[in-house]
């Protein structure tokens, strides 16, 4: 069975994550291939490869792809105990855990708030190499504040609209049960 298309603005917004993600990982990926290339044929690697590949290019995938996964509701849950809930405290169990991780994700971001002006006060390179990495620091407080409020908002959804779940449970929708 095939989802519903997603309103329009939430799919500007999921293309205003996916295409730099899909991008950075399309230049990482030439970025890779060209220094082993020139490594082994030309014995002339691209300096810095691993800084940007370790300081750049993975953080942006990795915290674009958590707030994507999010967005889209597609993090793997491991239903165990929530299926044997009775369906009346299944929407609170729901909100409870919501609440509990935008209440983690705003942790997250307000220490990586700290910790990225810290880098950015301090110009923060990569390693010992004269890349600048302070920049990206900041996705950590970005991606946790999106976090959080993606979160807070579905623990608005779950109270405010019950009935959502037993629909994805009878739809078949994408769990994964361990």
């Known amino acids: 069975m095939t989802a519903p ?3 329009k603005g939430r799919r500007v917004i999921e293309l205003l994550i996916e295409v730099p993600a899909v991008t950075v990982t ?3 990926m030439l970025h890779i291939t060209a220094n082993a290339l020139l490594r082994s044929f030309a014995n002339s690697p ?14 942006i995938v990795a915290f674009l792809g958590f707030v994507a996964a ?8 491991a239903d165990l105990v929530f299926r044997m809930l009775p369906r009346s405290t299944k929407p609170y169990v729901t909100a409870v855990g919501c609440a509990a991780s935008a209440l983690m ?3 997250f971001a307000w220490y990586g708030w700290g910790e990225a002006v810290h880098a950015w006060e301090i110009t923060m390179t990569a390693g010992v190499s004269d890349v600048i990495s302070w920049p990206t620091y900041f996705l950590v407080p970005l991606a946790f504040a999106s976090l959080t409020v993606q979160f807070a908002w ?3 959804q779950a109270v405010r609209n019950p009935e959502a779940d037993d629909a994805d449970e ?3 929708a994408e769990t994964t049960s361990v």
């Open 46 to 59: 691209l300096p810095n490869t691993l800084e940007y590949v370790q300081y750049w290019y993975m953080p």
């Open 70 to 77: 999010q967005l889209r509701g597609q993090h793997i849950a």
């Open 5 to 7: 298309p997603a309103p």
């Open 105 to 107: 994700a705003a942790g």
């Open 154 to 156: 579905a623990t608005v």
């Open 26 to 28: 399309f230049v990482m």
């Open 170 to 172: 009878s739809s078949g």
